[in-house]
């Protein structure tokens, strides 16, 4: 591992000096923008303790003289654009595909492996299908109307550029149809009409059912019955080897009857194939000639297989990709809980930011670059990774920093009645620490108001309001000096307006801010210092509302 004690060191400096106190947590945050890899944190993380508790027993004047000897340290390396190692088999031809099942939103963890096979498609300048794998599926996981708009929605924004139009599933059932007889008349496949009792113990036991050994007669016969049959009378299975070593692979589903209703067909169709079945046929036909899915599809592509050779087609190369599990959203991200929390109406919607859909970041600010680069950074992992949040976060706050202005926000204010208040009507100050030329003038009203947790926080303590002078809070606040002095510094805010913002929890923090923000527009991304970077999604009910990207 990579030694970044010198950069660990200044980074912990500055952010004692700034708030008191260092905290590790953001001292590891710089580290991204000097290369640490996702797969280091758990090692540096020990070292950046250590450093932190270190500096956090120094007294501010050694701080100081610390700080002067380790600065340049903070400066970022230099980074070489990431790229996508190379896949087998390229060709001038190469066709890829999106597949997702339209149960809710496209997310942060399943986005993963759709970007992918986008980001090679570009990479090879490709062609890359949009297929939106509406077969029925099941009681558990059911199709919602909405997420057809909801995933086109969350893959034009990211910049996807597949071919249009869409294809969907539900349009392509009589060419399922035709290939499942096909496998009836070869004699591949069977329609069954045993119990889920009895197929489990043929399975364990290795033992063909009855059904399998019907002449292909019989199974026409019962293939045209299916369609007018009850529901879980017949399903079509494929022989396969009854001493598969997996048991699962054994005989496995192809077609089975459904009497719920579609919504994009109705119920026009009652016989439906399923995934392998459906993508097994379309993968040929469609021309797909690169799969890159995840590893928990691997039976999904042995089956392909199966019935490929059945066919005598050539295999398309199909590379699985280890599972994400994204670390410090608060929350477990899924699709089928999304699902029921809008329903429930727990949720405002699929934007809500609990859902940690495409729609819900980018409300709150997440850029679709940092998304894409977040994506390419992952790679193809061939393991199942855990990987933090806060990954996400570096990139976009690297995109974001120089062009978000800084502007104050306090959460439960507390107003201040300062003693010997010095006569201010309005300061200057940069809208930027690293845009130091461009300048925006605050006015000074005759109340100033801090965050009520700072007030607790610094009772009895000298603090400087940021920008302003020198307080020392309590029963009385009176003001010290104007000097700006190795204090703790907190925000503060004159003439105010009222403001919340929408918490990746799910909730509001509500507070006031400077009454700058009245210029801003919707849409704009700005940084509330001391808080963190915000989106300005509107006015309501006289309210600016913001939602919240990171810090």
């Not at 020990?46 to 007294?59: A, G």
Request: charged content about 35%; aromatic content about 10%; glycine content about 6%.
């Amino acid at each position: 591992m990579r030694d970044f004690s010198k950069e660990i060191r200044a980074y912990a400096l500055k952010n004692a000096i700034e708030f008191g106190k260092a905290d590790a947590s953001k001292v590891l945050t710089k580290l991204f923008q000097h290369g640490l890899e996702k797969n280091e944190i758990k090692d540096v993380m020990k070292n950046i303790q250590e450093i932190v508790k270190e500096i956090n027993l120094m007294d501010s004047e050694k701080r100081k003289k610390e700080f002067d000897l380790w600065k340049e340290y903070m400066r970022e390396r230099i980074e070489k654009p990431r790229e996508l190692p190379d896949l087998p088999n390229v060709s001038n031809n190469m066709v890829f595909r999106l597949a997702p099942f339209p149960s809710g939103a496209l997310h942060i963890g399943n986005a993963k492996t759709y970007l992918l096979n986008a980001l090679y498609a570009e990479k090879y300048n490709s062609k890359i299908l949009l297929v939106m794998d509406d077969t029925i599926g099941s009681e558990e996981k059911q199709i919602i109307p909405e997420a057809y708009d909801l995933l086109e929605e969350a893959f034009d924004w990211l910049g996807v550029k597949y071919q249009k139009p869409i294809i969907y599933k539900s349009d392509r059932l009589n060419i399922y149809y035709e290939y499942g007889e096909k496998l009836l008349r070869f004699g591949k496949a069977y329609v069954c009409s045993c119990n889920v009792e009895e197929l489990r113990k043929n399975r364990a036991e290795g033992k063909e059912c009855n059904c399998r050994i019907l002449s292909v007669e019989e199974n026409i016969k019962r293939w045209k019955e299916m369609f007018n049959a009850k529901e879980g009378k017949y399903v079509v299975r494929i022989k396969t080897s009854m001493q598969h070593e997996n048991p699962a692979f054994r005989d496995r589903v192809l077609f089975k009857i459904s009497d719920r209703k579609h919504p994009r067909v109705g119920n026009k169709y009652r016989v439906w194939p399923t995934l392998e079945m459906s993508w097994a046929i379309d993968d040929y036909l469609l021309g797909i000639t690169h799969i890159l899915r995840g590893n928990d599809l691997m039976i999904e592509t042995e089956m392909e297989k199966f019935i490929w050779d059945i066919f005598g087609w050539k295999h398309p190369i199909t590379i699985h990709t280890g599972m994400i599990r994204i670390e410090g959203t608060e929350a477990k991200i899924s699709k089928s809980k999304a699902q029921k929390e809008v329903k429930s109406g727990k949720f405002i919607g699929w934007d809500d930011p609990r859902t940690w859909s495409i729609q819900s970041l980018r409300r709150r600010g997440i850029l679709k670059e940092a998304i894409r680069e977040f994506v390419k950074e992952i790679g193809l992992n061939k393991q199942d990774i855990i990987v933090p949040i806060e990954s996400l976060y570096a990139i976009n706050r690297k995109l974001i920093d120089l062009k978000a202005d800084r502007y104050s926000f306090v959460i439960k204010p507390k107003e201040l009645k300062i003693e010997n208040m010095p006569e201010i009507k309005e300061i200057e100050v940069s809208v930027h620490p690293d845009r130091v030329n461009e300048k925006r003038k605050i006015k000074i009203g005759k109340k100033l108001f801090i965050g009520g947790e700072d007030y607790k926080k610094f009772k009895n303590k000298e603090v400087r309001l940021i920008h302003l002078f020198n307080v020392k809070l309590g029963n009385k606040v009176k003001f010290v000096s104007e000097e700006n002095k190795e204090i703790p510094k907190i925000n503060w805010v004159s003439k105010n307006v009222k403001a919340k913002i929408m918490m990746p929890n799910g909730k509001f923090e509500e507070g006031i801010a400077e009454e700058a923000i009245k210029r801003l527009k919707k849409d704009e991304i700005i940084q509330f210092e001391r808080f963190g970077f915000v989106r300005f999604d509107g006015i309501k009910n006289k309210v600016y509302e913001f939602w919240f990207s990171h810090k």
